[in-house]
């Protein structure tokens, strides 16, 4: 196969020729994909096969795939009560040239288009049904029980990494050790739903997370429209008001309050004021 890149560090799926990929995936799958529908991202890859099903192709760093493995669409499938695209096969396989792995999932069609993208600027006005299936989904999720620990991107979550990222922007935070543990999705934003009709998708990384994860998760994704964010903290405050489901709350606004964070994002002051009032009342 023709490298990708030179460098793992430079691999942008949106930027490079991934030709060779998507016909090592045909192969695999014996599926024909077709180039029109392709979708680029950073690190994946998405197309419409001729079969009137879909394939998600994720290119991943060798450090980022744990003990577990890195099977999470294929274990996932086992879940009941979750609205999700039923998966069908997929493909693995080390990338020869550099310190990388391949994956491609076949799954069902998506029974609509994703609500938008991860973090919303303007309020998708969705239904009480759609909210309803979210819930649902989230409750029957929490349900579960499962080896797995959550990813939320690409990193293994743990009562250490939790602490390190609230302390490393809310030094006088002492009170972070979580609790109770769940199954979450672990990306939860609004890319990976769909609208008219819910269907969350795109499960590679969930598994075991302390409670009020996958609400926060939503919660900050959604701080841009105000209303929006204060629905998905209607629906989801039993996660968000728990003692777990703050300290998740906070350890969302620490990641959108890092160092890196652009200062023109309309997240920040909403992030900064529930931060402080956490703070400030304690967990």
């Known amino acids: 196969m023709t490298p990708i890149a030179s460098a793992v560090s430079t691999v942008d799926l949106r930027k490079q020729p991934v030709d060779a990929v998507l016909e090592r995936v045909e192969r695999s799958l014996q599926a024909r994909l077709d180039r029109s529908t392709v979708v680029r991202k950073r690190r994946s890859v ?34 009941t009560g979750v609205s999700q695209p039923a998966w069908h096969q997929c493909a693995v396989w080390r990338d020869p040239h550099d310190e990388a792995m391949w994956r491609a999932d076949e799954t069902d069609l998506l029974p609509g288009a ?7 600027a303007e309020d998708p006005k969705l239904s009480d049904e759609w909210w309803q299936s979210l819930n649902a989904s989230l409750d ?10 959550a990813s939320p991107d690409t990193v293994t979550i743990t009562q250490e990494l939790v602490t390190k990222t609230i302390q490393g922007v809310f030094p006088n935070a002492t009170d972070t050790i979580t609790e109770h ?13 769909t609208a008219p009709q819910f269907c969350l998708f795109d499960w590679e990384d969930w598994g075991m997370a302390p409670r009020g ?3 926060a998760s939503l919660w ?5 429209v105000p209303a929006l964010a204060d629905r998905v903290r209607q629906e989801r405050r039993h996660d968000l008001e728990s003692r777990d489901g703050k300290v998740m709350t906070l350890f969302i606004c620490a990641k959108i ?3 890196d964070a652009h200062p023109e994002d ?9 931060a402080d009032w956490i703070n400030r009342d304690g967990s």
């Open 220 to 224: 900050g994704n959604s701080l841009a």
């Open 46 to 79: 998405g197309a419409r096969t001729g079969r009137d099903t879909w394939v998600r192709i994720e290119r991943r760093l060798l450090d980022k795939i744990g003990d577990q493995g890195w099977n999470g669409t294929e274990s996932a499938a086992r879940l």
């Open 266 to 274: 309309p997240r920040l002051e909403p992030a900064r004021h529930t």
């Open 114 to 120: 994703a609500v938008g993208t991860s973090v919303l």
């Open 213 to 215: 994860l996958d609400a």
């Open 257 to 259: 309050l890092a160092s």
């Open 181 to 193: 543990w769940q199954p979450a999705h672990a990306d939860l934003n609004w890319a990976n739903m």
């Open 140 to 149: 029957a999720l929490a349900a579960h029980r499962t080896a797995r620990i």
